[in-house]
Antibody, heavy 114, light 110 residues
Framework: QVQLQESGPGLVKSSQTLSLTCTVS??????????WTWIRQHPGKGLEWIGY???????YYNPSLKSRIAISVDTSRNLFSLRLTSVTAADTAVYYC??????WGQGTLVIVSS | QSALTQPASVSGSPGQSITISCAGT?????????VSWYQQHPGKAPKVMIY???YRPSGVSNRFSGSKSGNTASLTISGLQAEDEADYYC??????????FGGGTKVTVL
């Protein structure tokens, strides 16, 4: 059973870079067939797909966020990461990582403050 | 990419069946057999109920079923129970190798 756990700062200052990690257990981030994915949910709103990295290393990003995001994998620690640059209050959300489409983490709230 | 279209709310009485629609285009729902459905209770992470149009992950009740016709996918909940009251989201693969969610549907058990 694949399990995922998000971690990172709960508070980020406006204009700075948000960095989150997702630790994976029950699977190797190196193994084929996994789509290591980030999703977010603004407070009281619906889900927004951010992007994913396929096991081969290929990445695909939401066009609306593409210029500000990067997803990477750390095979030595069996985790994958999200970097979101130049954050604003509009990036305040609960961020989820997933082995898309089935296994999700519990989510972590990130608040962007001015 | 535009969000898929779901009804804002659907309701039903215990024991009834309800269907939630998810309307897209030929560039997403209609073009691929990759639609997933998620259930989300307040304060909880989403849980996959259906993937690849109609496949149920292990542990998901067979009261949940998925289908697709043209550019619209559907989730049917049969034998509605109080525990089914939640928000439901569809998601589809798109022609630019991304995924897009629907706006979500609030299911109320009367």
């Amino acid at each position: 059973q694949v399990q995922l756990q998000e971690s990172g700062p709960g508070l980020v200052k406006s204009s700075q870079t948000l960095s989150l990690t997702c630790t994976v257990s029950g699977a190797s981030v190196n193994s084929g067939g996994h789509y290591w994915t980030w999703i977010r949910q603004h407070p009281g709103k619906g889900l927004e797909w951010i992007g994913y990295m396929y096991s081969s290393g290929t990445t695909y990003y939401n066009p609306s966020l593409k210029s500000r995001i990067a997803i990477s994998v750390d095979t030595s620690r069996n985790l994958f990461s999200l970097r979101l640059t130049s954050v604003t209050a509009a990036d305040t959300a609960v961020y989820y990582c997933a082995s898309w489409p089935i296994h999700w983490g519990q989510g972590t709230l990130v608040i962007v403050s001015s | 990419q535009s969000a898929l279209t779901q009804p804002a709310s659907v309701s039903g009485s215990p024991g009834q069946s309800i269907t939630i629609s998810c309307a897209g285009t030929s560039s997403d729902v209609g073009g691929y057999d990759y639609v997933s459905w998620y259930q989300q209770h307040p304060g909880k992470a989403p849980k996959v109920m259906i993937y690849d149009i109609s496949y149920r992950p292990s542990g998901v009740s067979n009261r949940f079923s998925g289908s697709k016709s043209g550019n619209t996918a559907s989730l049917t909940i049969s034998g509605l129970q109080a525990e089914d009251e939640a928000d439901y989201y569809c998601a589809s693969f798109t022609s630019i190798n991304t995924w897009v969610f629907g706006g979500g549907t609030k299911v109320t058990v009367l």
